[in-house]
Nanobody, 114 residues
Framework: VQLVESGGGLVQAGGSLRLSCAAS????????MGWYRQTPGNRRELVAS???????MYADSVKGRFTISIDNAINTPSLQMNSLKPEDTGIYYC?????????WGQGTQVTVSS
């Protein structure tokens, strides 16, 4: 199974982007999904997660601005990012945690200019 992110790009501060995650049929039960962000020299950090039951979790820095949801057609997460700030810049990775394994995409670059 391969995850492929899309929707990244260059945007001015205050703008919006929507990240999507495409996948071939996962075919096994999923525990939760999420989006992570990594910047140079730093560890990959959780931005937002959503459990199959719908419970969500957000990093403090994005609360009120980002919304994670599930694309039920393909069982992958989407991330709506509003009021973007320069500190949101980074590579965003889609993550799906199944009962058997952790799946990761290759990442999509998000750059927010001031």
């Amino acid at each position: 199974v391969q995850l492929v992110e899309s929707g990244g790009g260059l945007v001015q501060a205050g703008g919006s982007l929507r990240l999507s995650c495409a996948a071939s049929r996962i075919g096994e039960a999923i525990n939760n999904m999420g989006w992570y962000r990594q910047t140079p020299g730093n560890r990959r950090e959780l931005v937002a997660s959503i459990a199959i039951g719908g419970a969500t979790m957000y990093a403090d820095s994005v609360k009120g601005r980002f919304t994670i949801s599930i694309d039920n057609a393909i069982n992958t997460p989407s991330l709506q990012m509003n009021s973007l700030k320069p500190e949101d810049t980074g590579i965003y990775y889609c993550h799906v945690d199944t009962v058997r394994r952790n799946l990761w995409g290759q990442g999509t670059q998000v750059t927010v200019s001031s």
